[in-house]
């Protein structure tokens, strides 16, 4: 009977310290940037690590050629590159908060985030 007692405790500490180590990496993440970039650099685009667009930058001979819809598929590109970096640095971040123990499903669920 102890001994399963011994084992909860146990399990409560790792879950405990589990806990804090994914709020260290969640503010780890918000301070991160990930870029992505289309069309040469005409479209440049920065994401926190949290996901948060923070920046999308445009050439001015982009916007000047007043093609709308190159600039929305160039957009669309530019955040998909930096999301999938985004998500990238949660996978990396939560092997290195598990010791490289591969957690089975974590890639998926965290692709989609």
């Known amino acids: 009977m102890?001994?399963?007692?011994?084992?909860?405790?146990q399990m409560l500490r790792s879950a405990s310290s589990l806990s804090q180590k994914i709020q260290e990496i969640k503010e780890r993440l918000a301070r991160e940037t990930a870029t992505g970039s289309a069309g040469g650099n005409l479209v440049h685009v920065e994401m926190s690590g949290d996901g948060r667009v923070k920046l999308v930058k445009l050439a001015p001979e982009l916007v000047?050629?007043?093609n709308v819809?190159?600039?929305e598929e160039l957009i669309s590109v530019a955040m998909n590159e930096a999301l999938a970096k985004v998500r990238k640095m949660h996978i990396d971040m939560m092997k290195e908060a598990t010791g490289g123990i591969d957690?089975?499903?974590?890639d998926s669920a965290l692709s989609s985030l």
């Open 2 to 9: 102890f001994k399963n007692l011994t084992g909860f405790a």
């Open 64 to 66: 000047a050629g007043n």
């Open 69 to 71: 819809a190159s600039i």
């Open 103 to 106: 957690i089975p499903g974590l």
